[in-house]
């Protein structure tokens, strides 16, 4: 049996997500292929806005300089200013693609990402249920 939730107690669940990121400073995202980081972005404080279920990180969300090796990002996590995992199992895609948690440009339409690259994303959302 599935359980619905009110958009009231969903908006409320993202704000609780949002100050567990911020609890002990400016939280990250992490993008990763498998368990390799490949880029770090520090979030801003607050991390985010939530407007109609929707978690949307906002700030400046860039890396200048990515620590990938030509990986293919295929996941990413947020994380406190302490690494603490807060969410995980993110999806990343490009902008030409749809369904993705995370929409990054590296100016290559790919996810691809070799070291010192920028790294930015377009947008950031996660989708409360």
Known sequence: MSVDYTLTAINARLNGVIDAIDASGNGYLKLKYGST????????????????GVLTFVGDLLDTSATGNANPVDTATVTTAAGVEIITGLTVGIPSAT????????GLNSTVISAGQVVELLSAQITGS
């Open 37 to 52: 980081l490949v880029s770090t972005i520090q979030l801003a404080r607050p991390c985010g806005t939530v407007d109609g």
């Open 99 to 106: 369904g993705y948690d995370i929409t990054l440009s590296n």
